[in-house]
């Protein structure tokens, strides 16, 4: 009853939001960001969607906009982002970081 | 090889940072070699087991289950360094007199001590887990240059928590403990602005301004020494407002706490005596 209380808790606010938060997707291939620049609104909340399709774990990490996020071999992970002022934000793969480098534009 | 020993490196750094700490708090106590050590083997062995279930994790709780279990582990290693703050307001004073009558060896603080073995473990547990996870993928890609890169990288991490550890001793007895005290504040501050910025991640707290200041440009996140003070004293070169917020009120919390429930020895001593007289008193107060 408890557990079930606190994830109901834990629930609310994503199931208000999840509705209305504009999602963008980057793909992992070969240890590589696909697009490597994603263009997104500033000042405001978004969703960023990571799909792996390596067969090795990545971990998908900004120093910038402060966010990681462990991304295992073959799925996927979502990662709520901002709302961040107009300006670039680095992002990379923190398990590969001599390929894995991408690039927020917030506008 | 440079590549994994930099990775395991920064994630050894930070557990290290963090049980090096430990050591220093629990200085002059009994049998702690074996409360860390054991400690760090439990961290380990967790470090597998979370590495192993990181899918099913991840999966939990529409998706969130990485961030609360981050958050969770974070807000149980305050919990307990928060409690062992406390608690050594009370016997602090009276350890460090001990330690100087007998030069070392002191009987005391099991059931604290054992609250730091616990932050040890789940030091190791969160920082380790990453390190098995990069692991598995360098093994599986066929890297060549892991064992030599995973060996330099965590003879690198202890390092740096050994000579941390051994500059702390040089700290004169008298202040020692209040400085290690106030090291573990700030410790346990930092670790709660981290939950809390998992939990904003999650989308489970609400940010309340997303970068209240950038001082990036002064000291980054990701250099080694943005890194170092992120564990040490929460460093963030751009927080947002709800983790400002989660540092400001653990240090408050602990303050507090360490005024109204510690004290003098003395204090300490004749507490059980005067419990119902003291009640009152802390009503007035609160």
């Not at chain 2, 979370?50 to 961030?67: D, H, K, L, M, R």
């Not at chain 2, 670790?191 to 707290?205: F, G, H, K, P």
């Amino acid at each position: 009853m408890k557990r079930f209380l606190i994830a109901a808790l834990f629930a609310l606010p994503l199931v208000a939001i999840a509705t209305e938060v504009p999602m963008f997707t980057l793909t992992i291939k070969d240890h590589r960001y696909q697009p490597t620049t994603l263009k997104v609104p500033a000042d405001t909340k978004i969703k960023i969607k990571v799909i792996n399709n390596d067969s090795t774990p990545e971990e998908f990490e900004s120093s910038d906009f402060s966010r990681e996020k462990i991304v295992m071999p073959n799925s996927s992970i979502e990662v709520f982002v901002g709302p961040l002022k107009a300006g670039e934000y680095k992002f990379f793969g923190d398990f590969h970081q001599d390929t894995a480098q991408g690039v927020l534009i917030a506008e | 090889m440079w590549g994994i020993a930099l990775l395991v490196f920064r994630e050894v750094l930070e557990a290290a940072l963090i049980v090096t700490i430990v050591a220093a708090a629990t200085r002059g106590v009994a049998r702690r070699g074996w409360f860390i050590g054991g400690g760090i083997g439990l961290g380990v062995s967790g470090a597998l087991l979370v590495a192993t279930f990181a899918g099913a994790i991840a999966g939990a709780a529409s998706g969130v289950g990485q961030e609360l279990f981050n958050a969770c582990v974070l807000f149980a290693a305050v919990l307990m360094i928060g409690w062992h703050v406390i608690w050594m307001s009370s016997h602090g004073r009276e350890l460090a007199q001990h330690m100087k009558a007998v030069g070392g060896a002191v009987q005391t603080g099991a059931s604290s001590l054992s609250l730091l073995l616990a932050v040890v473990a789940l030091a190791v547990l969160r920082e380790g887990s990453e390190v098995v996870l990069f692991l598995y993928g360098m093994m599986a890609g066929g890297a060549d240059g892991l064992v030599r890169g995973l060996a330099i990288g965590i003879a690198g991490g202890s390092t740096v928590g050994f000579l941390l550890y051994f500059g702390l001793l040089r700290i004169p007895l008298r202040y020692f403990f209040t400085a290690t005290n106030w090291m573990l504040v700030l410790l346990a501050a930092g670790l709660a602005s981290s939950a809390a910025r998992y939990l904003v991640q999650a989308n489970l707290l609400p940010e309340l301004g997303s970068q209240i200041w950038d001082s990036s440009w002064l000291l980054s996140d990701g250099s080694v020494l943005g890194k170092m003070l992120h564990i040490l004293i929460g460093y963030d070169a751009r927080p947002s407002g709800i983790q400002l917020v989660f540092y400001a009120v653990v240090v408050i919390a602990l303050m507090l706490g360490t005024r109204l429930l510690g004290g003098s020895p003395r204090q300490a001593a004749v507490r059980p005596a005067s419990k119902a007289a003291a009640a009152p008193e802390l009503d007035a107060v609160v």
